[in-house]
């Protein structure tokens, strides 16, 4: 009897993404390049059946460990692209070094290997039974809010946590939080049926950093911004009118809510004073 061998591979790099929104992992078919930052062949990790994406040879295999680009794209866009720096070789599973997701909580502890977190496009699809909230960010100094942050937090939930894309537009998806007035079955006179419940969400925006950092999360609007700088934002100031901060506003069930300033199509937002002096 002819005993089996097994051959192990251990991959040189690898990385699962994580859907906020469903909390799991994302579906989507990413492409992953790995650029090496000193210069050198690009190379795209291979998606596995266990939903990671893995690269099991490098270039420079026997030179030292090397820094890398890492920039992930979804050829469907559904989620926003983004880049990432990793020093290869890397044992497990990649981790942000950034840690969490700033003022939102960072991804459950579930069983299993560490995450990086994706963020929903304008055009991703919308999930049966999520609530969305939408918005046109526009600085007041007259730019698109590239890659600035909206962070939505229904009452007694999770804060929902949205990215702009390079034009401004940012879309925050969250599940639907628990009816303030229990809905009647069937409804009855002065009570509120589902179609009828609403929420008063708290709202803060990011957009810009520290003093002396560059003024935004990237160079290029156009270009995959890299997730920590994104992550790493101060609070900005959303304007509900020319004068008057937005903090909050109302969901209605089964409805897209859009936030504006009063007069305008788009919502403005006043950059931290660091960024307008970086």
Avoid: K
């Amino acid at each position: 009897m002819t005993a089996l061998e097994t051959i192990v591979r251990r991959a040189r790099f690898g990385v699962r993404f994580w859907d906020p929104v469903t909390a799991g992992p994302a579906d989507a078919r990413f492409l992953v390049r790995l650029r090496p930052s000193t210069g050198g062949r690009v190379v795209t990790a291979s998606p596995t059946r266990a939903g990671t994406y893995a690269l099991h040879t490098l270039p420079e295999e026997d030179g030292p460990a090397r820094r890398h680009r890492v920039e992930v794209s979804d050829p469907d866009g559904h989620y926003l692209p983004f880049s990432f720096e990793a020093t290869l070789p890397f044992t497990g599973l990649f981790t942000l070094p950034c840690g969490g997701l700033g003022s939102p909580p960072s991804p459950p502890d579930l069983p299993g290997p560490p995450n990086v977190p994706v963020f929903a496009a304008p055009t991703r699809p919308v999930p049966a039974g999520a609530a969305v909230v939408r918005a046109h960010l526009r600085s007041t100094t007259g730019e698109p809010a590239s890659w600035a942050t909206l962070e939505v937090r229904p009452p007694g939930g999770p804060t929902a946590l949205g990215v702009a894309d390079a034009d401004g537009q940012v879309c925050v998806l969250f599940a639907y939080p628990e009816p303030p007035i229990p809905a009647p079955s069937p409804a009855g006179p002065g009570l509120v049926p589902l179609s009828g419940q609403t929420w008063r969400l708290d709202l803060l925006a990011r957009y810009g950093r520290e003093p002396g950092s560059p003024a935004g999360p990237v160079a290029a609007p156009s270009a995959s911004p890299d997730i920590c700088d994104v992550l790493d934002q101060l609070p900005a100031r959303l304007l509900a009118d020319e004068s008057t901060t937005l903090s909050s506003a109302s969901l209605r069930y089964g409805r897209e809510l859009t936030l504006t300033t009063a007069g305008r199509s788009v919502l403005l937002l006043a950059p931290h004073p660091g960024r307008l002096h970086a």
